[in-house]
């Protein structure tokens, strides 16, 4: 059954949404607890120890730092995309990336492997702390930089869900902040399983859980629908 999916993105980063909706089946559009405040001077000097080849590796956790510092840097350490809208990004403007296999920052060291060892690592994102991605790294043998390079701030709207058959929570942080009402035959769904658990922890429980992308979302969605028809 065709389902009109609200999903929680910043504004202007939708990007293959309605593609990969409809690819699947359903509808989309977007509904936005937060906004990006980007830091300039953080930027700046990010891209300044970029230049000076401080890092042997970049780390982009999301798409949206991506977006910032791609097109400023010009040196080419080794680039790490957390998923493929990270990549598609990163490699519009110009820079080759791999790809994690997975969605989660927690599977970096274990992609790196030996390689940690030794490496300055540069993380450019947003400023929610994420300490177990720093002690992996710092366990394996690297030297980790964390440059918070913007803040997400919270729209304080309350979601307009009125359209909606069900509502795609796409990290922890968008759900902490939504304001928004369940209705009974609202479908709620989280991106992963780390979403998940902090909806679980705070009394929400997701009728569907993705493999932390979009894409898997939907089909995990498609499954959900055909065992529940």
Same mark, same amino acid.
Request: hydrophobic residues 40%; glycine residues 6%; contains cysteine.
């Given at each position: 059954?065709?389902?009109?999916?609200?999903?929680?993105?910043?504004?202007?980063? @939708?990007?293959?949404?309605?593609?990969? &909706?409809?690819?699947?089946?359903?509808? &989309?559009?977007?509904?936005?607890?937060?906004?990006?405040?980007?830091?300039?001077?953080?930027?700046?000097?990010?891209?300044?120890?970029?230049?000076?080849?401080?890092?042997? &590796?970049?780390?982009? /956790?999301?798409?949206?730092?991506?977006?910032?510092?791609?097109?400023?840097?010009?040196?080419? =350490?080794? $680039?790490?995309?957390?998923?493929?809208?990270?990549?598609?990004?990163?490699?519009?403007?110009?820079?080759? &990336?791999?790809?994690? =296999?997975?969605?989660?920052?927690?599977?970096? $060291?274990?992609?790196?492997?030996?390689?940690?060892?030794?490496?300055?690592?540069?993380?450019?994102? *947003?400023?929610?702390?994420?300490?177990?991605?720093?002690?992996?790294?710092?366990? *394996?043998?690297?030297?980790?930089?964390?440059?918070?390079?913007?803040s997400l701030v919270p729209t304080g709207q309350?979601? @307009?869900?009125?359209?909606?058959?069900?509502?795609?929570?796409?990290?922890?942080?968008?759900?902490?902040?939504?304001?928004?009402?369940?209705?009974?035959?609202?479908?709620?769904?989280?991106? %992963?399983?780390?979403?998940?658990?902090?909806?679980?922890?705070?009394?929400?429980?997701?009728? $569907?859980? %993705?493999?932390?992308?979009?894409?898997?979302?939907?089909?995990?969605?498609?499954?959900?629908?055909?065992? /529940?028809?």
């Open positions: 059954m065709a389902m009109k999916i609200a999903i929680t993105r910043l504004k202007g980063k @939708d990007e293959k949404d309605q593609e990969y &909706c409809a690819s699947y089946g359903h509808e &989309c559009f977007i509904v936005s607890p937060l906004t990006a405040k980007v830091h300039d001077d953080r930027v700046a000097s990010f891209v300044k120890a970029v230049e000076r080849d401080d890092f042997d &590796c970049i780390f982009f /956790t999301s798409a949206l730092p991506a977006q910032i510092i791609a097109p400023l840097i010009t040196r080419r =350490p080794r $680039v790490i995309a957390i998923g493929p809208q990270t990549a598609r990004v990163l490699k519009s403007h110009g820079v080759d &990336c791999e790809t994690l =296999p997975t969605y989660y920052s927690r599977d970096f $060291v274990p992609y790196l492997g030996n390689w940690t060892k030794g490496k300055r690592i540069g993380i450019p994102r *947003a400023d929610v702390p994420n300490p177990d991605l720093l002690e992996a790294i710092s366990r *394996a043998g690297g030297i980790a930089t964390e440059i918070r390079c913007y309350v979601l @307009d869900l009125k359209d909606a058959d069900a509502i795609l929570f796409t990290s922890a942080m968008s759900f902490k902040q939504a304001k928004w009402r369940r209705s009974p035959d609202l479908l709620v769904i989280a991106i %992963g399983d780390v979403t998940a658990s902090v909806m679980v922890a705070e009394g929400t429980r997701p009728d $569907v859980v %993705g493999d932390g992308s979009l894409e898997g979302t939907l089909q995990k969605l498609n499954e959900y629908q055909k065992r /529940t028809e």
